[in-house]
C-alpha cells in the first residue's frame, strides 16, 4: 500500500493559491481572491490570525499571512490542528540563554530574531552551528597548535600564547551567518537543517590577522586557496575531516579575516570553537572553521569535505524549484546576499488597544558590501518607509536601523523590511534561486503583529 505524502500549507499555496485559500479558509473555487477578502472568507482568515485586517485589499494573492507561514518557532501555528509538533526545544546549556534546537546531533541552535536586539551579539544569544562533535580534550588554550603549510616557503606551526606574542591582536565587531542561514523559506523544501533567519549574528572577535600569519609563512606565486581543518569529531567515529572548507586567497589576506581566540572579551567558548577559530566574515560560516588546527595552502580550489557535490553551492542558471539541478552549473557560495531583520517588536507581538504607532528596530548586512537602505511597510508591501540606517561600526559589521511606522486601527498587521546594498540588489519578496541544499535563500522579513 504506497503512502501519501500531505503537503504543507506554504507548498500548497505555492502550487494553488485558490485551493489553498479554499481548504483553509473555506473559500469556494471560481471565487476571485479579492472577492474572497472582502466575504466569509476574510472572516475566517481575520480569525485565523486573531483579528480583523485592515490592509487586506493590499495582501498579494496566494499570501499565506505571516502568523500562519512563520509561526513562533517554539510553538504550533495558531492555525493548525492541535495534533501538529511542537516546535523545537529551548537550549539548556550553561553559558548560553534558550535559544532553539533544531538538530541535537550535530547540535544546531537558532536565534529567534527578537533576541538578535542588541548592537553586539552577547555569547549567551549567539548561534550554534556544528557540523560534528565538538573535541573533548583540548589542553590548555594557550598551548593549542595551528599549523600553516602547503604552498608556502616557510611552514609554520604556531601556538595560540606564540600567535598572541608575535603578531598584533585586533578587535572587531564581525557578522557571520550559516551558509544556511533562511533556508526555511524556499519552497519546496530543500535539504539540510531549516533555519529561519537567527543562524547569524555580530559578536566582537579578539586575534590576529589570517594575512599577518601568511605572510609569515610567505606564501608562494603557485597560493590561490586555503583549506581548513579542525578538531572536531564524525558522528562515525572515524578519522575522515567533519568538514574542510576554504577560501580565494584574495579573501585570505583581508584585514577582517581573523585567527579568533576571543569572543565578546571572553576567551573563546569550546561551543563556538575554542581556543581558536577562523572568522571569514560576510561569507558563508562553514568557512569560518571552529577548533582551527591547519591552514592548507594549495596551488587549486580545496577539495576537502564540504566543497563538492551541491555543498555551499548556488545556481549560476536559475531552475524551476524542486527541479533536476546539475552540478556543473553551480558556483561557490562566497558573499552572502543582502538581509535585514525586525528584532523588536518580536513576531507574534500582541500590542495594547489605541496602538496607532509602533517603533521599529533591527538589523540588516550585506556579506562583504554594505547596506545602503533599509525600508519597512505594514501594508502588505504596497508602500515603503525609509528607515533610519546606521553605519556599521568597522567594515564587515551589521547595521542597525530603526523606523517609526503609523497603523490606522486594531487588528491584525505585517510589518516588512527589506534591505538593498550598495550595488542596488535588494532583497526579494520571495525566496529566490531555489538550489538543492537551500543556500541563499534572504526574503523580505515579515512580522506579524496584533493591535487589540
Given amino acids: 500500500m504506497s503512502a501519501t505524502r500531505e503537503r504543507g500549507l506554504t507548498e500548497l499555496y505555492q502550487d494553488d493559491p485558490e485551493r489553498a485559500d479554499a481548504l483553509t479558509f473555506g473559500r469556494r473555487t471560481g471565487i476571485e481572491r479579492r472577492g474572497f477578502l472582502k466575504g466569509a472568507g476574510l472572516g475566517a482568515m481575520a480569525a485565523a490570525v486573531g483579528g480583523a485586517i485592515p490592509f487586506a485589499a493590499d495582501?498579494?494573492?496566494?499570501?499565506?499571512?505571516?502568523?500562519?507561514?512563520?509561526?513562533?518557532?517554539?510553538?504550533?501555528?495558531?492555525?493548525?490542528?492541535?495534533?501538529?509538533?511542537?516546535?523545537?526545544?529551548?537550549?539548556?546549556?550553561?553559558?548560553?540563554?534558550?535559544?532553539?534546537?533544531?538538530?541535537?546531533?550535530?547540535?544546531?541552535?537558532?536565534?529567534?530574531?527578537?533576541?538578535?536586539?542588541?548592537?553586539?551579539?552577547?555569547?549567551?544569544?549567539?548561534?550554534?552551528?556544528?557540523?560534528?562533535?565538538?573535541?573533548?580534550?583540548?589542553?590548555?588554550?594557550?598551548?593549542?597548535?595551528?599549523?600553516?603549510?602547503?604552498?608556502?616557503?616557510?611552514?609554520?606551526?604556531?601556538?595560540?600564547?606564540?600567535?598572541?606574542?608575535?603578531?598584533?591582536?585586533?578587535?572587531?565587531?564581525?557578522?557571520?551567518?550559516?551558509?544556511?542561514?533562511?533556508?526555511?523559506?524556499?519552497?519546496?523544501?530543500?535539504?539540510?537543517?531549516?533555519?529561519?533567519?537567527?543562524?547569524?549574528?555580530?559578536?566582537?572577535?579578539?586575534?590576529?590577522?589570517?594575512?599577518?600569519?601568511?605572510?609569515?609563512?610567505?606564501?608562494?606565486?603557485?597560493a590561490v586557496?586555503?583549506?581548513?581543518?579542525?578538531?572536531?569529531?564524525?558522528?562515525?567515529?572515524?578519522?575522515?575531516?567533519?568538514?574542510?572548507?576554504?577560501?580565494?586567497?584574495?579573501?585570505?589576506?583581508?584585514?577582517?579575516?581573523?585567527?579568533?581566540?576571543?569572543?565578546?572579551?571572553?576567551?573563546?567558548?569550546?561551543?563556538?570553537?575554542?581556543?581558536?577559530?577562523?572568522?571569514?566574515?560576510?561569507?558563508?560560516?562553514?568557512?569560518?572553521?571552529?577548533?582551527?588546527?591547519?591552514?592548507?595552502?594549495?596551488d587549486k580550489e580545496h577539495d576537502g569535505q564540504g566543497m563538492g557535490g551541491f555543498s555551499y553551492r548556488t545556481m549560476r542558471t536559475p531552475i524551476v524549484p524542486g527541479g533536476q539541478a546539475a552540478e556543473a552549473d553551480t558556483q561557490i557560495l562566497e558573499s552572502m546576499p543582502a538581509r535585514s531583520i525586525i528584532t523588536s517588536p518580536e513576531h507574534g507581538a500582541k500590542l495594547p488597544a489605541n496602538t496607532r504607532q509602533i517603533n521599529l528596530r533591527g538589523a540588516a548586512w550585506a556579506g562583504d558590501k554594505t547596506v545602503q537602505a533599509v525600508q519597512v511597510s505594514v501594508d502588505f508591501g504596497a508602500s515603503w518607509t525609509a528607515a533610519q540606517l546606521s553605519a556599521p561600526a568597522n567594515r564587515h559589521a551589521w547595521q542597525r536601523w530603526t523606523a517609526a511606522v503609523t497603523l490606522p486601527s486594531a487588528g491584525y498587521f505585517?510589518?516588512?523590511?527589506?534591505?538593498?546594498?550598495?550595488?542596488?540588489?535588494?532583497?526579494?519578496?520571495?525566496?529566490?534561486?531555489w538550489n538543492p541544499q537551500g543556500y541563499g535563500a534572504n526574503p523580505v522579513n515579515r512580522v506579524a503583529v496584533l493591535v487589540a
Avoid at 603578531?167 to 565587531?173: E, N, S
Avoid at 505585517?414 to 529566490?432: C, F, I, L, Y
Wanted: charged content about 20%.
Fill in 59 to 222: 495582501m498579494p494573492a496566494g499570501l499565506i499571512p505571516a502568523a500562519l507561514a512563520q509561526a513562533a518557532p517554539a510553538a504550533a501555528p495558531a492555525a493548525a490542528p492541535a495534533a501538529a509538533p511542537a516546535g523545537p526545544k529551548p537550549l539548556q546549556m550553561p553559558g548560553k540563554a534558550e535559544i532553539l534546537v533544531i538538530q541535537e546531533r550535530p547540535l544546531n541552535a537558532e536565534t529567534p530574531q527578537h533576541m538578535l536586539d542588541d548592537d553586539v551579539t552577547p555569547t549567551a544569544k549567539y548561534f550554534v552551528r556544528n557540523n560534528g562533535l565538538p573535541p573533548d580534550q583540548l589542553g590548555a588554550p594557550a598551548s593549542w597548535r595551528i599549523t600553516v603549510d602547503g604552498e608556502v616557503n616557510t611552514p609554520l606551526t604556531l601556538t595560540v600564547a606564540e600567535l598572541q606574542q608575535r603578531f598584533t591582536p585586533v578587535t572587531l565587531k564581525l557578522q557571520m551567518e550559516c551558509g544556511g542561514n533562511g533556508r526555511s523559506f524556499f519552497t519546496p523544501e530543500a535539504r539540510g537543517n531549516q533555519w529561519g533567519n537567527g543562524a547569524a549574528g555580530c559578536a566582537e572577535w579578539t586575534g590576529v590577522r589570517l594575512r599577518d600569519v601568511l605572510q609569515a609563512a610567505s606564501l608562494k606565486t603557485s
Fill in 225 to 298: 586557496y586555503t583549506g581548513h581543518y579542525g578538531a572536531d569529531k564524525n558522528l562515525q567515529g572515524t578519522d575522515a575531516p567533519v568538514i574542510s572548507r576554504g577560501i580565494r586567497i584574495a579573501k585570505a589576506m583581508d584585514e577582517d579575516t581573523l585567527i579568533a581566540f576571543r569572543m565578546n572579551g571572553e576567551a573563546l567558548p569550546n561551543i563556538h570553537g575554542g581556543p581558536a577559530r577562523l572568522i571569514v566574515p560576510g561569507w558563508a560560516g562553514s568557512t569560518s572553521q571552529k577548533w582551527l588546527t591547519r591552514i592548507w595552502i594549495r
Fill in 414 to 433: 505585517e510589518v516588512w523590511s527589506r534591505a538593498t546594498d550598495q550595488d542596488g540588489k535588494m532583497q526579494p519578496h520571495a525566496a529566490g534561486n
